[in-house]
């Protein structure tokens, strides 16, 4: 199976222990998360500032419009529907990064 087989993710990351959540947007989600791992310390960006580049979440969409549609509606959700929406998938917020990948299509049309 290959690892990341859709070409839009939807995705959470946050910082070493679990306490800020950021939400994004990629058409590659390897080369997005090195980015943010790359960016820890800088306080010019979020992730940066935050060190937020541990995948706890993704999902998969085949067109963009769907993946920039569920990122700003999760934006908008409480810290504790987006810890639902995480337990849901990864209950013990393990970090992904290197994990195997899970197909998350279907995800997108359910609601918390």
Not at 11 to 38: A, D, K, S
Not at 40 to 48: C, E, H
Request: a positive charge; charged letters at 25%; proline letters at 3%.
């Amino acid at each position: 199976m290959e690892k990341y087989p859709f070409p839009f993710y939807f995705y959470i990351v946050t910082n070493q222990n679990r306490t800020v959540l950021y939400c994004g947007m990629t058409n590659n989600l390897p080369v997005r998360l090195n980015e943010h791992e790359n960016s820890a310390g800088i306080s010019k960006t979020f992730t940066g500032r935050y060190n937020c580049h541990y995948l706890v979440y993704y999902e998969g969409f085949d067109f963009v419009v769907d993946a920039i549609r569920r990122e700003k509606e999760v934006k908008r959700w409480s810290r504790m529907k987006k810890e639902l929406l995480i337990n849901s998938l990864n209950s013990e917020w393990k970090f992904l990064n290197d994990q195997e990948a899970f197909d998350r299509r279907g995800i997108s049309g359910t609601s918390l």
